[in-house]
């Protein structure tokens, strides 16, 4: 069965660092790429990043880049979302999704086709 | 910075079609924008149903369809069902590996 899984649910305090991950099976995990999705309570989907697993090449949109980093470990087929010091306003539901290149000639993703179940991070003290 | 533009919600009948659009605060959404469209029903992950503007994900009914309108991308739900009541995005892609997620249409059936 193609899924991704992610890792449970995080409380945190404001600070302290945090990684959550996403583990792809059931399908060549380096011929698709890992994206990253917040969602706020109660508020829309927010792109935040992707990273191809073939060459960990990553791409962040502005809103997040330099607030998370994403990386990847290929022998184990997972993608990870970190933080290095987490606020309140980290508190979401974060999704991962498989992203691929529909147009085949993109050379990146353009959009997603599964999803993880999501893992929900709280920040508070 | 140019913001992704949907109809914040949609009421439609049992039965009914409704078409939801997807637009820019800047410029007009064409197919290479490869525009997708996600379901997203309360505590539940999203699902893929249209990708690279039209075509229908794996196991999706096909009254669900993609197209550009205009100026817009857009999603036409023809038949409603009850368990069609969901959160709606649409997501394009801005180019250099960006892509961007629509402000989200809630869809009642009643």
């Known amino acids: 069965e193609v899924q991704l899984v992610q890792s449970g649910a995080e409380v945190k305090k404001p600070g302290e660092s945090l990684e959550i991950s996403c583990k792809g099976s059931g399908y060549t995990f380096t011929d698709y790429w890992i994206g990253w999705v917040r969602q706020m309570p109660g508020k829309g989907l927010e792109w935040m990043g992707i990273i191809y697993p073939g060459d960990s090449d990553a791409t962040y949109s502005p809103s997040f880049q330099g607030q998370v980093t994403i990386s990847v470990d290929k022998s184990i087929s997972t993608a990870y979302l970190q933080w290095s010091s987490l606020k309140a306003s980290d508190t979401a539901m974060y999704y991962c999704a498989r992203g691929y290149d529909s147009s085949g000639f993109l050379l990146t993703s353009d959009t997603f086709d599964m999803w993880g179940q999501g893992t929900m991070v709280t920040v508070s003290s | 910075q140019t913001v992704v533009t949907q109809e914040p919600s949609f009421s439609v009948s049992p039965g009914g079609t409704v078409t939801l659009t997807c637009g820019l605060t800047?410029?007009?959404?064409?197919?290479?924008?490869?525009p997708s469209w996600f379901q997203q029903t309360p505590g539940q992950a999203p699902r893929t149903l249209i990708y690279s503007t039209n075509i229908r994900s794996s196991g999706v009914p096909d009254r669900f369809s993609g197209s550009i309108l205009g100026n817009k991308a857009a999603l036409t739900i023809t038949g409603a069902q009850a368990d069609d009541e969901s959160d709606y995005y649409c997501m394009l892609y801005m180019g250099s590996g960006i892509e961007v997620f629509g402000t989200g249409t809630k869809v009642t059936v009643l």
């Open positions: 800047s410029g007009s959404v064409s197919t290479t924008y490869y």
